[in-house]
């Protein structure tokens, strides 16, 4: 009896698109291309869940959709394989990292391949593969040898006219004065325009992992892996000067396809504000009156000197306000700031700083904290001496490490004045209503005695107040000019001017760990072995530099990481002179920074890509993944694509045209009674229910996030094994749309499985020996009128889904299509080839397999998709509401081509329209077509 057979039929079409390399794309087409790309996957242990194939089986769909539309779709599918995670393993294993990441690579591809999606194979490549490290560390030494040439103007594609591009490190204008010196000064002098460079910055330090971590990876001053201790270090790192580029980040959003959310969340990581630089006086306050006459006749310095303190500010307008000022703990100025008095206090604080992370300290988690210095800073508008604190909520690599607070303009501010008693004063009079909702009665007058009383801080706009000086005044002028007037006598002055300022900082890329690109950098040795402070590039045609075979690769706890002990690798000598190769690696993020140009020409071995293959298929037409990378991964591809932009290496200003971000995939925990957590490969589902396999007995689930410690993940092979790779794929996109947080069924994907045994029993005779058709139903006969009608809806409806990605409604039409044709006697075979063709994007298999029964003899994968005839699609009839007076009272039915007059009688004859208007004067009746009906009386 021919049933529907999951594997075996499965296994039967992945082993021929495998063989017939169905799915290649072609360099060279007269096609129209397409290119559609996964986010791809980290190869860890534990494989794919149901969580993962969501995207990939959105991409696959919409991939064969288009193959049958006529595009040349390139989809191809890699590994990032390098990062911690593999490491940490392979250290608590024993196994070296390379032997498990291809172990987990083989099980990732397996599973892959088992949901037939249709990859281009033949492109496949990971992160750790030794010619994929070659043309990294390319991208590296090409950063290396690029500067950004702020000044200079050029115009886009597109034909704008831009400033600010990335130029050649050979082309950077160097002073006289530097050449006088001798070559080190020249190339130390180029080393500070370097996009990538080297700078003392502070990190979290984890000694017991022996590496930086990421913000993201501290919780309450310790590790997320491992909860060990990690501490603020400032630390010579590699560093990519990403902040250049912040400009261009955020300009060229606007052209892109992307969700606004995400754009968003781009926009606010760069964070671009506009304010002043200010300078504060920290010398004697006798010297004051002679630093402000110097400054008005020097002008602003582009460095502050050790006399003064800068700070960036958004609000200038409110510098008559600032009562205290507050460093960041790691500030240089501190310990000339600080007194004997205060010295133990303060040292003792900074050493608890230096163990919370940046991002606890910017979230301000906990009671406000902070640390009189006992020195004092001179405001440059008034003269006045106020306090310098130090304090865990101002970040050195923020600005400038140090604020001007102004307590009666943010809250943040006020808060911290209130716990240490610092004076509050108002400098911005708020609207009337303002002051009502702080105290009734409460006016601008009175408003400045009893500010450090009133429940928050005015942060808004409004007229300046008890801000002059004998030079300037900003008395009763609005907020915004305000701002103009003050950063005027602040430039003319010499203690301030106008700047543009960015959350954004420059990218941290080293890492002191084994399992990561190795940086291509020679560090010169003086005669005694010393490094010279002098650095190299290794030559391009020693790429790529290998990570050292090493047994014992664990951390070492010192900020030469492991490669620091591989001694002999270390160690080079080139043209006479001695170097030490550099032992920090590269972050997981550099390998997954390029990869989608490599996909364009992954076998070429003279360059990272052709120059023609780039431009066929640049640039990313279809981005899937989750919105967990919507800032960092996007981000920095976004940024090193610019930079090959700017060097003419790619002909695209943006990698990823269109993005998409799957929704979350929500799992049910199951419990026995007793609370006991039971994996899914010990369950049994049966009508809706499910049941312990050994004990049976039934289980009470709750639907959770999918984590290891709840026991719900779903392995993705426990459906495939169950119900095959067509349900599987095809629930995925059903659960709803492609964007929504959706929770994961195992009686859902039940409901697949029927569905596709009923597509199944439509068209195959399972009465009959052998595999062949139904032939008392499906037959050669032409389609009746409403067997047409359903038929070409279908294909206009399921098509828009298709080009929309929603894909759960297009598959709910294909379920009507089934049970309207299930019903017929007679099921024309050109109606069971289009609903074939319909359902083979998202399920594949079955398709191939109907397609061979219905008596075609090559696969589908290239079939034209069916087109629908505009004729069956109009509806003959169409309701209408009537409406009386604009509120709809009734509806009526009337022949799609009907005439004003014809409608218009037949809404005056309706029952119910007749019982709201007799009696009344009929003034008017507005027909609008197709649309509705407006009776008006009076």
């Known amino acids: 009896m021919p049933v529907y057979d999951p594997r075996a039929l499965e296994a039967k079409w992945q082993e021929y698109w495998e063989r017939h390399k169905t799915f290649s794309a072609e360099d060279k087409s007269s096609k129209p291309k397409l290119y559609v790309l996964d986010m791809f996957p980290y190869p860890s242990g534990e494989g794919l869940h149901v969580g993962h194939p969501e995207g990939y089986s959105a991409t696959d769909m919409y991939c064969r959709f288009q193959r049958m539309r006529g595009y040349n779709v390139l989809h191809p599918m890699g590994y990032d394989a390098f990062g911690l995670p593999a490491e940490q393993y392979a250290i608590e294993t024993g196994t070296h990292p390379q032997v498990t990441t291809e172990r987990n690579i083989a099980n990732i591809r397996r599973q892959i391949k088992q949901l037939g999606f249709s990859y281009d194979w033949d492109r496949e490549f990971a992160t750790t593969d030794p010619d994929y490290v070659r043309w990294t560390q390319w991208i590296f030494l090409l950063l290396f040898d690029t500067w950004f040439d702020s000044e200079f103007e050029w115009v886009d594609p597109a034909g704008r006219k831009r400033k600010g591009k990335g130029r050649p490190i050979s082309e950077l204008p160097i002073p006289q004065s530097i050449r006088s010196q001798g070559e080190a000064a020249l190339r130390l002098y180029q080393d500070s325009f370097r996009l990538a460079y080297q700078a003392e910055s502070p990190v979290n330090w984890c000694p017991a992992l022996g590496t930086v971590l990421a913000d993201e990876e501290v919780i309450d001053g310790r590790s997320e892996r491992g909860n060990h201790p990690v501490q603020r270090i400032p630390l010579r790192q590699w560093m990519l000067r990403i902040t250049v580029y912040a400009d261009r980040l955020l300009e060229d959003l606007d052209i892109l396809d992307w969700p606004e959310p995400i754009k968003e969340m781009q926009r606010n990581w760069v964070g671009r504000s506009e304010g002043a630089e200010v300078d504060f006086f920290i010398g004697e306050s006798a010297s004051f009156d002679s630093w402000i006459s110097s400054r008005k006749k020097s002008g602003f310095p582009e460095e502050p000197g050790p006399e003064a303190i800068r700070v960036y500010t958004t609000r200038p307008d409110t510098l008559f306000g600032a009562t205290y000022m507050v460093l960041a703990p790691e500030h240089p100025q501190v310990d000339r700031l600080t007194t004997d008095e205060h010295r133990a206090e303060v040292d003792d604080y900074r050493q608890r700083v230096a163990r919370t992370s940046e991002e606890d300290r910017i979230a301000g988690r906990g009671e406000k904290s902070g640390m009189f210095t006992g020195g004092y800073a001179t405001n440059p508008v008034n003269g006045e001496r106020i306090p310098v604190w130090i304090a865990d909520y101002v970040l050195i690599s923020y600005g400038t490490g140090a604020i001007m607070a102004v307590p009666g303009h943010d809250q943040r501010d006020l808060e911290f004045a209130r716990k240490f008693r610092i004076p509050v004063r108002a400098v911005v009079a708020p609207a009337a209503e303002w002051l009502e909702r702080m105290q009734p009665g409460l006016n601008v007058e009175t408003y400045a005695r009893v500010i450090a009383e009133l429940p928050e801080a005015f942060a808004g706009d409004g007229l300046g107040m008890q801000s002059s000086n004998a030079e300037v005044s900003l008395d009763g002028i609005p907020t915004t000019q305000a701002k103009g007037r003050i950063t005027s006598w602040l430039l003319k002055s010499g203690i301030g001017r106008g700047a543009v300022k960015y959350k954004l900082r420059d990218w941290l890329f080293s890492r002191q760990r084994y399992w990561g690109e190795p940086i291509p950098i020679l560090h010169e040795l003086d005669p005694d072995g010393k490094p010279s402070g002098l650095t190299r590039a290794v030559g391009l045609d020693e790429l790529p530099v ?218 195959v005779d399972e009465s009959a020996d052998a595999l062949q058709l139904n032939p008392k139903v499906v037959k050669g006969a032409d389609p009746t009128e409403e067997q047409n009608r359903v038929l070409h809806k279908t294909i206009k409806a399921v098509t828009q889904d298709m080009e929309t990605l929603s894909f759960n409604t297009a598959i709910s039409r294909l379920m009507e299509f089934v049970n309207y044709f299930t019903g017929q006697d007679s099921r024309p075979l050109s109606c069971m080839n289009s609903f074939v063709l319909m359902l083979a994007p998202m399920a594949p298999h079955i398709c191939e397999e109907l397609w061979q029964i219905l008596g075609h003899s090559e696969s589908l994968t290239y079939e034209s998709w069916p087109v629908f005839d505009p004729k069956y699609v109009e509806e003959s009839t169409v309701e209408l509401p009537v409406q009386i007076n604009g509120k709809v009272r009734g509806r009526i039915t009337v022949p799609a081509n009907a005439g004003q007059e014809d409608v218009k009688q037949a809404a005056l004859a309706d029952s119910k329209v007749q019982r709201y208007i007799e009696g009344a004067s009929i003034r008017k009746v507005i027909v609008v077509p197709r649309k509705l009906v407006n009776i008006v009386v009076g």
């Open 546 to 763: 290998l990570l050292p075979e090493m047994e014992d690769f664990k951390p070492t706890g010192r900020p030469d990481g492991p490669l620091g002990k591989a001694t002999e690798w270390i160690r080079v000598r080139r043209d006479g002179r001695d170097f030490a190769r550099e032992t920090n690696t590269m972050p997981q993020w550099a390998g997954s920074c390029w990869y989608y140009l490599r996909f364009c020409d992954p076998r070429n071995e003279k360059e990272p890509w052709s120059p023609e293959k780039e431009r066929y298929w640049m640039p990313v037409d279809l981005y899937v993944g989750g919105a967990e990378h919507a800032v960092l991964h996007l981000l920095y591809s976004r940024f090193w694509h610019k930079v090959l932009f700017d060097r003419g290496y790619v002909s695209t200003m943006e990698p990823f045209q269109k993005l998409v971000n799957q929704g979350m995939i929500l799992s049910v925990t199951y419990r026995t009674s007793e609370g006991r957590i039971v994996p899914y490969r010990q369950i049994r589902f049966e009508e809706g229910k499910a049941f312990h396999a050994e004990t049976d007995e039934e289980l009470a689930g709750e639907t959770e996030k999918m984590s290891k410690s709840r026991g719900n993940v779903i392995p993705v092979d426990v459906p495939i094994e169950r119900y095959g790779s067509d349900t599987t794929r095809l629930y995925e996109m059903f659960m709803g749309p492609l964007e929504s947080t959706k929770p994961w069924s195992m009686q859902g994907v039940e409901g697949i499985s029927r569905f596709l045994n009923r597509a199944w029993r439509m068209i």
